[in-house]
């Protein structure tokens, strides 16, 4: 592997990765481009076990061994590293994203395997959010998720809360946005935003350095056009599109892919290749988002999505 990839189609990416020996060499590339590297004593030469589906390799100083998806999004799975790497290729798609009925059947999976796979790669794009608060002026309006028509003075159980938030420029047009659900006891009885969520929400998603938070606390149905009411129409219409409605349990892991997406392509990076990184080289914090998520994946049988 030299460089970045694009693949124009799903044909050229599985042209590609033809072979499951070509996806290994493309892995272990990404994963230590500089040579292996034992995780460790940091030693840089490794004699390699084929014995296995994966290759295995054995530190010549210390003799630890570590498999190669060891510390990635795939540690634990036996799903092929193709269906894999097809998987990230299709969440990156911007236009919109895949749901789990169809990558299982484009990467011939059961349903189940697909919506873990999916969430397992939801888990590290929240977690690459998580690293980066906001770190200049923020504008933020309270709306929800749900039917259309819900009562107005009332919150519907249907009717999921949520802060969308953008870094603005000068001229108010948004650079970085987070979407981030708001807990019902931290809404009025009249649906608007208690203190106690707009505490929550900047001391987890706002940098200390942030002097202008604008937090619109009442839901902005009423108000003038808004680039922020904007996304927020869009990204229902995306979910209902693509994953024909959700419940409140996963909303957030959407309203992360969602940002993600959007945000890497406001700064005209390709999502495939930094979602190719992120899942090949998780840090602590990372890791610990996805081993979350991998216990969720194996207690719940989700209905949908
Ligand atoms: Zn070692």
Redesign the pocket.
Known sequence: MTGQLSFESLEELFAYFHSEDRCVEEIFQRKWPHGFV??????GE?YTIRSRRLPLYE??????QCSLIAGTVMEGSHTALWKWLAAIWLISRTEEGINAVKLSRIIQVTYKTAWAMLHKLRAVMGAADAECPFDHDVRAALTYYGPDHTPLFELHPKEHPYLIAASVHADNSPTYVKMKQVLRNHLSSDKSLLTAGRTAFVSQHVSSITSKIDIMKHHFRFRRPDVLRYIADHVQAWINKTFHGLGGTYLQAYLNEYCYRRNLESQQVSIWERLTEQCLSMNTFTALAWRRCRRTCRKIMPLAA
């Not at 034992?38 to 030693?43: I, K, Q, S, T, Y």
């Not at 530190?59 to 630890?64: E, I, T």
Request: with cysteine.
């Open positions: 034992c995780p460790r004593c940091n030693h490794a530190c010549r100083s210390c003799r630890h």
